[in-house]
């Protein structure tokens, strides 16, 4: 299975911050990577598909990057709406794979 | 606007069955390959397994701790999928949420929408 790895785990930010969030696959998996927002209490929502493919209805403060095995979700100014829990999949290959989730917090 | 419902969770002790159901809507159900993950309390999100269309045999995979227990199925004359569980275990305490691949490949997929989630306890 390919393994998923966020780096932070946790992070604290204020409102207007830039933010980046780090997710390294254990093997290339190509750009088939996804980025997950959950609010607490809620079913995850696709924010970022293929890598870098802005979801319909998501703010253009979300961006995604990378192939291979490094990839990054950036938000490039936090809002309070933003709050929330991060996380990356794998799409490459069966079994379907996450990170173990980002929380950003409010400093 | 494309819609999933998730019922069927509940209590059940260790070693019982359960059968969940996730109703869809907004959709050409028949073409749509479905997705289950699920996350344990305070924990992240696992990938539970998926099944494909009918169009391609309805095929399902299943992640390794499921796989022999669980079983993915589908009704496309009532729009819903299923996630039969049995021999349960603590472990498999979650909320279980289904979702719709919404890609066009293999991998070249993702999860959208998801449903707002069942939850599954399993204790004695």
């Known amino acids: 299975d390919i393994q998923m790895t966020q780096s932070p785990s946790s992070l604290s930010a204020s409102v207007g911050d830039r933010v980046t969030i780090t997710c390294r696959a254990s093997q290339s998996i190509n750009t088939y990577l996804n980025w997950y927002q959950q609010r607490p209490g809620k079913a995850p929502k696709v924010l970022i598909y293929v890598a870098s493919n802005l979801q319909s209805a998501v703010p253009s403060r979300f961006s995604g990057s990378g192939s291979g095995t490094d990839f990054t979700l950036t938000i490039s100014s936090l809002q309070p709406e933003d709050f929330a829990t991060y996380y990356c999949?794998?799409?490459?290959?069966?079994?379907?794979?996450f990170g173990q989730g980002t929380k950003v917090e409010i400093k | 606007e494309v819609r999933l419902v998730e019922s069927g969770g509940g209590l059940v002790k260790p070693g019982g069955s359960l059968r969940l159901s996730c109703a869809a809507s907004?959709?050409?159900?028949?073409?749509?390959?479905m997705s289950w993950v699920r996350q344990a309390p305070g924990k992240g999100l696992e990938w539970v397994g998926r099944?494909?269309?009918?169009?391609?045999?309805?095929?399902?995979d299943y992640g390794a701790p499921v796989k022999g227990r669980f079983t993915i199925s589908r009704d496309d004359s009532k729009n819903t999928v299923y996630l039969q569980m049995n021999s349960l275990k603590t472990e498999d305490t979650a909320v279980y949420y289904c979702g719709l691949y919404s890609g066009s490949s293999e991998s070249y997929n993702w999860l959208d929408p998801w449903g707002q989630g069942t939850l599954v306890t399993v204790s004695s």
């Open positions: 907004g959709f050409i159900f028949s073409n749509g390959w």
């Open positions: 999949q794998q799409s490459d290959s069966i079994p379907w794979t």
């Open positions: 099944i494909k269309s009918n169009v391609v045999g309805a095929t399902t």
